[in-house]
């Protein structure tokens, strides 16, 4: 299976080589020196993370693909795209870059690559991954409150091989079409996944949304995902879905505000007990020139509402705040900082978890320079979790 993976990747490189854009990225990064407030912990050192990406672009309207090779998990993925009229456009593969996905403030782009070298990441920081974690492993809530579980995710990283459609009906209308998950190989999203070949649960996963831009005003967007729940013997196993709703407000001249909200529908298990009807809204700003030189990006969410077996949800809070200073040419200090909640639906206080975590970007050349300091707090209902830091550094470098 590999030599033909290993041949294919040949080939389209081979018969690409005329036509073909080649890209990349590299990231190298390690911690000088961290530690911990526990009791008895030690310093550490090193905990380094390396990483590098290749792709090939290729092909022109109306046909185009990418190829992607990534060092670091050793994975390969790619699409091919097709536009025959300007009305139509299919999209088959497998996208872990993403498309759709209509978070334009608060989701990958708020630190952007930062979080793989410097930043407290959405998938690493010790308050996303932590919060909101019970002891019987509800995954963390308040990373999709203050990351962008309100807004529509699209179809990407998570959702494996894909069919994507979009028609173009009228200038500034964009309706979509999209089938994830056409080789079933995760269940992270769509809960049970049992028989997820047969018809009836690919159609039942299928996501639908509206795209429509109002020139000079904003973008408003509203999206429909299946969760599996309408296949064949899922509805005691899975919710039927969740609906989405987000305005990108673009008619204030240097300020951007992004509004989304996320409802997943409830649905009652073969127990007879009541789970799903939980509620995301979010806040984005930007206003990348405040004063000269100057930047802002606030992002804030709630996790609302739901049960889940006849239990209620606890509700869930995030904020985070992003000040750049630009202190000369390709040099800008970032002062990134975080505060969530977790209030719980019966007995028991509210636990807070925050982080504070400065860092800087150096650019050379082709070349930037990281540097910076993370200090956390993790919260976790029912403890009292120590404060870590440490002082990370790295490169990264794209072509």
Do not use: C
């Not at 456009?89 to 952007?112: Q, V």
């Amino acid at each position: 299976m590999k030599k033909l993976i290993a041949i294919s990747v040949m080939l389209v490189l081979l018969t690409g080589a005329a036509f073909a854009q080649i890209s990349g990225d590299l990231f190298v990064n390690s911690t000088i020196l961290g530690g911990s407030t526990a009791e008895n912990s030690d310093l550490t050192m090193g905990g380094s993370e390396q990483g590098a990406k290749w792709g090939l672009t290729f092909g022109e309207a109306p046909g185009t693909g990418r190829v992607v090779y990534r060092l670091h998990d050793s994975s390969l993925w790619g699409w091919f795209a097709w536009r025959p009229i300007e009305m139509l456009r299919i999209k088959l593969g497998w996208d872990r870059d993403g498309e759709w996905g209509r978070a334009m403030i608060n989701g990958w782009g708020f630190t952007a690559g930062a979080k793989d070298l410097v930043a407290v990441g959405d998938y690493s920081g010790r308050i996303y991954m932590g919060g909101g974690q019970t002891a019987d492993g509800a995954r963390p809530q308040l990373r999709d409150a203050g990351r962008g579980g309100a807004w529509y995710p699209g179809i990407g990283d998570g959702d494996g091989w894909s069919l994507l459609i979009s028609l173009y009906p009228m200038d500034g209308l964009q309706i979509n079409l999209g089938l994830p998950h056409l080789k079933a190989t995760d269940t992270g999203n769509y809960g049970d996944m049992t028989g997820a070949n047969e018809f009836s649960y690919q159609i039942s996963r299928l996501h639908a949304s509206l795209f429509y831009n109002i020139e000079d005003v904003g973008q408003v967007t509203l999206a429909f995902v299946g969760r599996g729940g309408l296949g064949d013997g899922k509805d005691k196993t899975n919710s039927i879905g969740q609906i989405y709703g987000s305005f990108y407000l673009t008619a204030l001249d240097g300020i951007r505000i992004d509004l989304g909200f996320n409802y997943g529908l409830a649905f009652t298990t073969a127990a007879d007990k009541n789970t799903g009807g939980r509620m995301q809204i979010g806040l984005g700003f930007n206003m990348p020139t405040v004063v000269e030189g100057v930047g802002f990006k606030l992002r804030a969410g709630a996790d609302i509402g739901g049960q889940k077996d006849d239990v209620d949800n606890d509700m869930h809070i995030m904020v985070g705040i992003l000040p750049t200073f630009t202190i000369a040419p390709g040099f800008v200090f970032y002062f990134h900082a975080g505060l969530g909640m977790n209030m719980p639906s019966g007995s028991g206080d509210t636990d807070m978890g925050w982080f504070v975590n400065p860092y800087i970007s150096r650019r050379a050349g082709g070349i930037t320079f990281w540097a910076g300091l993370k200090v956390e707090q993790a919260t976790n209902l029912g403890d009292k979790p120590p404060i870590t830091w440490a002082v990370p550094f790295g490169f990264s470098a794209n072509y």
